[in-house]
């Protein structure tokens, strides 16, 4: 079991950047892989970026890739999501995930555990 909160989201114009973090309980951190999705008003959730419990293995939707960075502190119990050259199509709500089972996971039902989500909006 873990508890999962996110912060950081806020509104910014296109073009700037804001990093979002997920705060995530219990001893055990380090053995979850960690993802981020996100959802728009009217769409699904969608998968973002993912990190592994090493941080082997990393990956990125095609889009938000060479925009986001995905980053883990395992001392902080904390996963970090950097986003730069914001464009107004991220604007979703950003839900932070743990999946308590090895391997790459990018669909939502792959997860166990959800924190609350962060809004994020970008301006035009």
């Known amino acids: 079991q873990v508890q999962l909160k996110e912060s950081g989201g806020g509104l910014v114009q296109a073009g700037g950047s804001l990093r979002l973090s997920c705060a995530a309980s219990g001893r055990t951190f380090s053995s979850y892989a960690m993802g981020w999705f996100r959802q728009a008003p009217g769409k699904e959730r969608e998968f973002v970026a993912v990190?592994?419990?090493?941080?082997?293995?990393?990956y990125y939707a095609d889009s938000v890739k060479g925009r986001f960075t995905i980053s883990r502190d395992n001392a902080l119990n904390t996963v970090y999501l950097q986003m730069n050259s914001l464009k107004t199509e991220d604007t979703a709500v950003y839900y932070c995930a743990a999946r308590g089972r090895s391997g790459s996971a990018y669909f939502p039902n792959q997860y166990d555990y959800w924190g609350q989500g962060t809004q994020v909006t970008v301006s035009s």
């Open positions: 990190i592994t419990t090493n941080a082997g293995d990393i």
